[in-house]
Nanobody, 121 residues
Framework: VQLQASGGGLVQAGGSLRLSCTAS????????IGWFRQAPGKEREFAAT????????YYSNSVKGRFTLSRDNAKNTVYLQMNNLKPEDTAVYYC???????????????WGQGTLVTVSS
């Protein structure tokens, strides 16, 4: 499974961005997709995840209420809508796929290359 993350960019605090994660697989609907982020000088951390059959989403406390996940299995794509962005959201955002689920990096078998989000104050 190859994952392509896109949609990053530079935005002012309070602004919005939508990230996309597109997968190259015929069995996309079998995978839970997670988003992780890595700020400069920090460990990669969990941000959000959406289950394969749409019925479960989970967000870290730092993004809950501001970020929203959705997925379009027909397009093999998961979207991360990010609203009310803060400077502390600045990071490289990675999408990842797993046949199981979870919030830990080791639970995800496939990773995209990352897309940079920069939020200016």
């Amino acid at each position: 499974v190859q994952l392509q993350a896109s949609g990053g960019g530079l935005v002012q605090a309070g602004g919005s961005l939508r990230l996309s994660c597109t997968a190259s697989t015929h069995t996309f609907n079998n995978y839970t997709i997670g988003w992780f982020r890595q700020a400069p000088g920090k460990e990669r951390e969990f941000a959000a995840t959406i289950s394969s059959n749409f019925d479960f989403t989970y967000y870290s406390n730092s993004v809950k209420g501001r970020f929203t996940l959705s997925r379009d299995n027909a397009k093999n794509t998961v979207y991360l809508q990010m609203n009310n962005l803060k400077p502390e959201d600045t990071a490289v955002y990675y999408c990842a796929a797993t046949r199981s689920g979870g919030t830990r990096r080791r639970e995800y078998e496939y990773w995209g290359q990352g897309t940079l989000v920069t939020v200016s104050s």
